[in-house]
T-cell receptor, first 113, second 112 residues
Framework: ETGVTQSPTHLIKTRGQQVTLRCSSQ?????VSWYQQALGQGPQFIFQ???????GRGNFPPRFSGLQFPNYSSELNVNALELDDSALYLC????????????FGSGTRLTVV | DAKTTQPNSMESNEEEPVHLPCNHS???????IHWYRQLPSQGPEYVIH???SNVNNRMASLAIAEDRKSSTLILHRATLRDAAVYYC?????????????FGKGTKLSVKP
């Protein structure tokens, strides 16, 4: 059983650019959530996808968008990057909404300069 | 989701038990109590969850107060690998969204 895989592991972008982060969910999991974790803080919920539809969103602006594919993998896109977007971006999958525990990936460390 | 309160940090000695407390005085009847931990340079890892009764698994035990306003995560014999930030989270079992609301958690240090 493979876990959650995220790519890339590290990324450096310039302010104003766009970025796409990718996540492969754990086998058998149809729900994917994305979180942003600033240094020294707990992860903050960005949004969740269930069966390719957005199923909830946290307090993030529309320039944060996402997709879920038929194989349940997912992308997080961030447009017009700002310096404050520098953070660890975590993807988590689960076998269903509200079902048991989530499996997290190791994250993508994004640095905006 | 209701809020939880945890100490910022705790210390333990290796091979001794650790009791990590969590207060959730505004918990509702449909809130499950979840614990996750985050080791350095890794994503959070599910530890355990429960509703009313105490729970045990291979990683830890969860003791839930009778009034459910507090709970304690118990690591029976701490190892150096248990040094992590531990998060106590409430999740509504009936909610349509499954997002987790993380606080700052408790940073556990384990001394050899």
């Amino acid at each position: 059983e493979t876990g959650v895989t995220q790519s890339p592991t590290h990324l450096i972008k310039t302010r104003g650019q766009q970025v796409t982060l990718r996540c492969s969910s754990q086998s058998g999991h149809n729900t994917v959530s994305w979180y942003q974790q600033a240094l020294g803080q707990g992860p903050q919920f960005i949004f969740q996808y269930y069966r390719e539809e957005e199923n909830g969103r946290g307090n993030f602006p529309p320039r944060f968008s996402g997709l879920q594919f038929p194989n349940y993998s997912s992308e997080l896109n961030v447009n017009a990057l700002e310096l404050d977007d520098s953070a660890l971006y975590l993807c988590a999958s689960s076998p269903g909404v509200g079902a048991g525990g989530y499996t997290f990936g190791s994250g993508t460390r994004l640095t905006v300069v | 989701d209701a809020k939880t309160t945890q100490p910022n940090s705790m210390e333990s000695n290796e091979e001794e038990p650790v009791h990590l407390p969590c207060n959730h005085s505004t918990i509702s009847g449909t809130d499950y109590i979840h614990w996750y931990r985050q080791l350095p340079s890794q994503g959070p890892e599910y530890v355990i969850h429960g509703l009313t009764s105490n729970v045990n698994n291979r990683m830890a035990s969860l003791a839930i107060a009778e009034d459910r306003k507090s709970s304690t995560l118990i690591l029976h014999r701490a190892t150096l690998r248990d040094a992590a930030v531990y998060y106590c989270i409430l999740r509504d079992v009936g909610g349509s969204q499954g997002n987790l609301i993380f606080g700052k958690g408790t940073k556990l240090s384990v001394k050899p």
